[in-house]
Structure formats: C-alpha cells, structure tokens
C-alpha cells in the first residue's frame, strides 16, 4: 500500500479535453486520452504495477530533498520543486489549451526538468499501459532518437531535448541526465488515437526544441491569463476562487461545453471499501448548478455552452433510463455508460471493485428537472422557439411525472424511496417554467404548471416535514436528515430566515455537522444499499457555508468557510469526501466540490459586506 500517494498528494494538469494527475514525486500516474472518459495510459494511481505511469524527477542520491508543488500564479501549469545540497531544480508539467470545437485526436503533456542552483542528476521512467493496462504494446524506436509505444488504439510518442538520450528498457522508456544552473531540458509526451491505417506514427512531428517548448510554455500561460480577464470576482477569497475557476474549466470538454464531475474513477470514498465510481461523466445536477456560479464570476461562455449543451439532450432524447432527461451522459452527450468491473486492478490502496462506466446512468432521478430548468432559467435565451416548445412539453410531462419514489440525488443502490429532495427540484422545474413562461409571454399551459407547483409545495410542507424532528427529512418514510437540503433557500423554496428553516438548519448542525465538516446523510439510520462508511462530504460543507450565511449567521459562516479551507490540498483542490484524520477521500478533484466553494465565497461576501454596511 506504500507505493500508492496520497490521493491529496497531486495536482492536475489540462488541455480542456482530457487531463493528467501530477504527484509531488513527478509521477504521471493518472491520464486517460483523447477524452476525459477514455480508456488509460497511465493508472499506477489504480493499481501501482498494472496501470503505468510516467515519473521524472531530480535525483539527488542519498541526500536528502525537500519538494514543494505550486501552481504558476493564475493558470494550470503545475511546478514541481526540489531543494537539496546540492542544488535546486524543478518539473514543470503543462498541457497546451485546445480550444477548437472539434476533438482533437493528438494530446501534449509537456515535462521541462530545469536547474536553478548547483546540479542536480534526473530520472525519466515512461512507462505506459494501454487501455487500463489491458492492452498489450509495441516499442519502436525512431530514427531521431524517440520512441513510439503503439498500442491498439492509441501510439504515445515519447520525445525529448539535448542532453537527455533515451533508452528502451525492455517495453519502457528510461533516460539518465544531469543539468546545471540555467540549464532546462524537456520531455513531451503526445498521443494519437485513432485506427493503426490512420495514425500518422510520428504524432509528435518534428524533435522538440527548446525555442519550440518555451513558446508553448508562453502561449498556455498566455491562454490562462486572458481567460481569467472576464473574471469578476474581487473578493476576500480572490485565489481559492480563481483557482477552483480554472479547475472547473479544466473538467469541461471544451467540444461540447459538457462538465465533467471529476477527473478520475475507482477513487475510493473508504480505503478498502466498496463505494468506488466512475466520474468521468456530466451530470446534468452538478453542471446545472454551476451556470448561476459561472455567470457570477463573469464566465458566462462557459454557462451558455451548457446550456446549448443542455437543450440539445432535451431535444435528442434517448436516454438509457427511457425518461426525457437522464442524470449523466458522456461527454458528447451518448447515453449509454455501461459499468464494468476492472478484475485486474487492484485498486487504490486494494480498494477494489475499480469500475469503469457508471450503471447509475439508468437511475430514475426526479430531481434533474428541477436543476435542468435551474440552469435554463439563467439567461432568456432559451433556444427560440423550438427550444421553447421543448422545455415546455418536458415541463407538460412533468405534470404527470413528478410524484413517484426514485433513486435520490445520492444515486443510493438500496430502493427507490419518495426523497424531499427530488421534491423540492420538482418544483423549482414548475416554479421557474411559470416564470419564464410569465417574463417572455411564452405559449404554456400556465393552469395546470401552477397546480403542480403548488400540489408539489403542499405535499412537501405535509410529508417531508417531520414535526418529530423539528425538521424537513430524507424521505416520506423516515425521520433521517439529508444535507441535499441545504439548498432549499437558495432554489426560494423556503426564505434563508424562515422558522422551519432555522429548525432544519438547526437540527443538521446537530446531527451532520462535525467541526464544521458535514455528512450528507447516516447510511447506517438509512441504509443506501452498500457496505462500508464513507467520509464527510465538501460538498455539503460548503453548501452549509453557504445556508449559514443567507440566514444570518455570518461570522459561523466565516469560521466553517475558513476550517474547509483548510482542508485543501497543497495546490487548493479537494476531492470529493474528507476522511477523519483530515485526508482526503473519492474522486479528485471534484468540480461539484469546487463550485460549491466559489458559491459560498459569493454568498459569504455579500452577507459579509452588508454586515459591515449596517454595522452588525
């Protein structure tokens, strides 16, 4: 188990259609290409001898080295730093922006080893493994000194500037080199997908030089830097925000404008537990939610893509779940994400099963309307008429629709239960379909939306209510809390300061809320059909940041915001649980996890500052 990292221990690098994880040791050991949701290159992060990975790094002997990882103020470009007696030196990993529409079937991860003080010797390790390291592979070497490791749908073209020389060890690639101070050489990795007849065998073109890798060092620093002009944000947290900014424009594949919720799969959410998924998908909950955030901050690019994202699956149908909408699709919106069990690997820390593909996608989650016209209802472009026309007949179906137990936000394997949660979204779809329909005079049968609306509003006053607890629960049929809802005040279901409000937020605090830290529910009062525990969730962490402080409760707001922040990691990216000694747990990073912090960032400035005006 040692020879896995902590799963805190990475940074991630992008080029906004896959993306790489980066250890503090300078090891590649996660990067599936040419997609988010492709199938592996590099996996030791899931299996430490199976997956593969790509490691440079100094090397200075026997001594002793301190690292420290950072990231290149305002961008990606992640800076891997090693301080030993002998001398200074550090990695740079980038991956250059591919901003054009259309998938790109060649990816470049970029490694420049450089020496600031004294000399410091390096180690190259290329070590790649196809297709979750299934698929065997081929080593050619080139005449200019690369290699091309062919595998059956992929070739990773491994290249490198003097004085690096490299060598094959068997199907691997190594080198040895040692730099001086001023001295820099780099190693690019490029990866080509596509048939054996159609790749080009030299995906890298030309040798690198050093010229070349430092233009492409200029042009993405650039890229970032220009992004971020159209950030908005002046506030106390200006670089925890920006920095969850750039994660979640990294998880977007920049073809469709589709997040996804996480970078990696198999992560556990339990070291030797059960509970391991694949979020290498868009969920239409997390990505609708972040479109009000995105539009804050001034990235409304982003929020629009979604959204064209969002009426073209309306308009496509065809889900897997045979319901208008379904919770998750691949990137290019494909319905279908078939779950397997990869036997061969063993797991992070043989946290086994590692699944690929998510059988949740099948799910009835009742709750994706409500958030799909959450997010619609950001802007008044709503697709024309057609768009209208089909977000009004999925509102019509929802009339019929909306009361019937499902599987709940937590995906839960254990029976599908009538969830308060799915109830509240119901009608935040009736209740912003009303609006939309209202503000633009849009042809809608206004009658029958607002007797939904209200019958959905009734129903969850009377049924979701526990007067027991003082408390709206999980479910009709149990008095457990559930942490989802802490949005209630922010979809206007209830007001932030409503009494039934405070009694809920109250009992949370008393239930789910640990030093700040909060569980989304107790799987051991409601049992969600899977073994093991998990850790608290940053999600409802900060959601709970964020309930705090539209209730009033600005200065506990700001001491729980302050303890979460802590929680990052050494680069400011979460995962998706906190575990209990602190360490973090689950699929890394998670976006949902980072909009979630920018969200209560807004809102805890603007309760802040108004505390302030009025001398509170």
């Known amino acids: 188990m040692n020879d896995y990292p902590l799963i805190a221990d990475h940074g991630l690098v992008g080029d906004l259609q896959t993306a790489a994880l980066v250890t503090s040791d300078g090891t590649v050991d996660w990067w599936c290409t040419p997609r988010f949701d492709s199938p592996s290159l590099f996996a030791s992060l899931l299996d430490s001898d199976r997956g593969g990975r790509c ?6 002997g026997g001594h002793q080295a301190t690292v420290r990882q950072l990231y290149l103020p305002d961008t990606p470009i992640l800076v891997t730093r090693v301080m030993a007696p002998e001398g200074v030196g550090e990695v740079i990993d980038f991956m250059e922006p591919i901003s054009s529409p259309a998938p790109a079937a060649r990816h470049r991860l970029v490694r420049v080893a450089r020496v600031v003080r004294g000399a410091l010797p390096f180690e190259l390790l290329c070590r790649p493994r196809f297709d979750y390291g299934r698929a065997p592979h081929t080593l050619d070497p080139l005449d200019d000194g690369s290699f091309v490791f062919h595998g059956p749908d992929t070739d990773l073209h491994v290249q490198a500037t003097p004085p690096v020389v490299l060598l094959a060890d068997g199907s691997d690639v190594t080198a040895r080199f040692t730099l001086r101070a001023g001295e820099s050489a780099a190693v690019v990795l490029t990866s080509e997908t596509g048939e054996p007849g159609a790749r080009s065998g030299l995906p890298g073109g030309l040798p690198p030089t050093v010229v070349g890798v430092t233009a492409a060092f200029d042009a993405c620093r650039d890229f970032w830097l220009h992004w971020l002009r159209s950030c908005r944000y002046k506030g106390r947290w200006h670089e925890m925000v920006v920095r969850s900014a750039i994660t979640l424009k990294l998880l977007t594949y920049a073809p469709t404008g589709a997040p996804i919720a996480a970078a990696t799969m198999g992560l556990p959410e339990q070291i030797g537990g059960e509970r391991n998924w694949d979020y290498r998908y868009t969920w239409v909950r997390d990505a609708s939610l972040s479109v009000r955030a995105l539009i804050d901050l001034g990235f409304t690019t982003e929020a629009n893509a979604f959204r064209r994202w969002m009426r073209e699956r309306l308009e496509a149908g065809g889900t897997a779940s045979g319901e208008p909408l379904q919770i998750m699709y691949r990137v290019d919106g494909e319905p279908h994400l078939t779950e397997e069990v990869l036997e061969h690997l063993e797991g992070y820390q043989r946290s086994a099963p590692v699944r690929a593909g998510n059988a949740a996608a099948d799910q009835i989650q009742l709750d994706i309307y409500g958030e799909a016209a959450y997010a619609m209802a950001q802007s008044d472009d709503m697709g024309g008429i ?15 629709h909306w009361d019937r137990p499902d599987e709940g936000i937590w995906e839960t394997r254990g029976g599908r239960q009538n969830f308060t949660y799915s109830r509240l979204m119901t009608w935040v779809a009736f209740d912003r379909a009303i609006r939309l329909a209202t503000a633009h005079a849009r ?12 019958a959905v509003f009734r129903q969850i006053t009377e049924r979701g209510w526990s007067e027991e607890r003082g408390a709206f629960v999980q479910h ?6 559930d942490a989802s809802l802490l949005l209630m005040p922010r979809v206007g279901f209830l007001s932030p300061t409503d009494p039934d409000w405070l009694s809920t937020l109250d009992a949370m605090t008393g239930e789910l809320v640990s030093d700040s830290l909060v569980y989304r529910y107790d799987p051991a009062a409601s049992p969600d059909g899977l073994r093991g525990s998990e850790g608290t969730f940053s999600l409802c962490s900060f959601l709970y940041v964020e309930a705090l402080a539209r209730s009033g409760r600005v200065h506990q707001a700001r001491y729980a915001f302050d303890k979460m922040l802590t929680y990052a990691n050494h680069v400011g990216l979460f995962a998706e649980e906190i575990g209990p000694s602190g360490e973090q747990l689950g699929n890394f990073p998670q976006a949902f996890t980072h909009l979630a912090l920018v969200a209560a960032a807004l809102a805890l400035d603007e309760e ?3 505390a302030e005006r009025s001398g509170a």
């Open 476 to 481: 009709y049929d149990t008095d457990v809390l």
């Open 386 to 400: 057609r768009g209208w026309r089909v977000f009004a007949g999925l509102i019509d179906w929802l009339c019929d």
């Open 608 to 610: 802040l500052d108004r």
């Open 443 to 454: 042809p809608s049968d206004l009658p029958r939306w607002l007797e939904a609306r209200d």
């Open 55 to 60: 490691r440079l790094a100094a090397d200075p």
